[in-house]
């Protein structure tokens, strides 16, 4: 059977018909994300960026990272992260120490150092810049971790305080994926668990996923998280399933936001999508989430 589609799908007529298809997608993607680019934009008509905060979280940290050529644009994310509705008491950009330094940056990346942007480097550990180091460096701050290459609404960090208010003992994320079990209790691969969750009550089988943002309280992942050796060697592209674990080994559930805003509606920066993490991790997440929970075999998602 399989054969007989790739014959099929090989012949000039349905070979067309599927390229049409997809060019179709393409620009009807293109004409949305355009869509919600001019409601940012006329969202954001009224705001400025400003060293004086309208309101203030000391408590609260934004921590972010980037790498390679997305540097280049990552301060389009940096612009609409300092202009929430909530002020962060700090904003920090974290790159890898042997990758960028000062003088290599893009001179709209620095100009944001005078909005209360903070660029600090440490050691290459790929996508765990974005949490790790600012654990170590303010383990008794809230902290709330972003993509780099999202155009964020208004009061998206508004929203997980808020909620983080209702939850103070929770992982507050805007998106999230449900672990889903066979009949048996057995864990499903990753590919088959409940993408884009609705679920509305506090759970240990919520997974946040780094789109949106997602909220640390102070204390609610294991010690066992700094464990560089550990998440560099078991899975080292998959940070979402690090955090997680290390979640549950606290036993701190996760809650989404209320009315959480769905996948579609996320504004991309144009190109930054060609070296994703999420294009090698299709296929790699379940090998390191099998790591994690081998080295870990005292912890049951």
Not at 10 to 22: D, N
Not at 113 to 126: K, M, N, P, T, V
Not at 167 to 173: A, D, H, L, Q
Not at 231 to 259: E, G, S
Request: glycine share 2%.
């Amino acid at each position: 059977m399989q054969k007989i589609k790739k014959i099929v799908k090989k012949l000039p007529l349905i070979a067309q018909w599927a390229k049409f298809r997809a060019i179709d997608r393409q620009l009807h993607y293109a004409q949305q994300q355009l869509s919600l680019a001019v409601d940012s934009i006329e969202a954001l008509a009224g705001n400025h960026l400003s060293s004086a905060p309208i309101l203030g979280a000391d408590n609260l940290i934004v921590s972010l990272t980037s790498y390679g050529s997305r540097v280049e644009h990552v301060h389009l994310t940096l612009l609409t992260l300092l202009n929430q509705s909530l002020k962060p008491a700090k904003v920090i950009l974290w790159l890898a120490e042997d990758e960028f330094t000062l003088e290599q940056l893009p001179n709209k990346l620095l100009a944001l150092r005078q909005y209360g942007l903070e660029i600090a480097f440490c050691l290459d550990i790929r996508s765990y810049k974005k949490l790790i180091p600012t654990l170590q460096r303010y383990p008794e701050h809230t902290v709330v971790t972003f993509d780099d290459d999202i155009l964020y609404p208004y009061r998206q960090l508004e929203q997980l305080v808020t909620s983080h208010q209702q939850y103070p003992n929770c992982i507050i994320c805007h998106r999230a994926h449900f672990i889903k079990k066979d009949l048996s209790g057995q864990l499903l691969p990753y590919q088959q668990w409940f993408y884009d969750s609705k679920e509305d009550k506090a759970s240990d089988k919520l997974m946040p996923v780094g789109i949106g943002g997602v909220l640390y309280p102070v204390g609610s992942l294991s010690d066992e998280v700094l464990n560089q050796q550990a998440f560099m060697t078991l899975c080292p592209q998959a940070d979402d399933l690090w955090f997680k674990v290390m979640a549950v080994k606290n036993n701190t559930l996760t809650k989404l936001v209320d009315r959480p805003m769905p996948y579609k509606n996320y504004l991309h920066i144009p190109d930054s999508q060609i070296n994703a993490l999420w294009h090698s991790n299709k296929t790699k997440n379940n090998q390191q989430l099998q790591a994690i929970l081998t080295a870990y075999a005292e912890i049951k998602l």
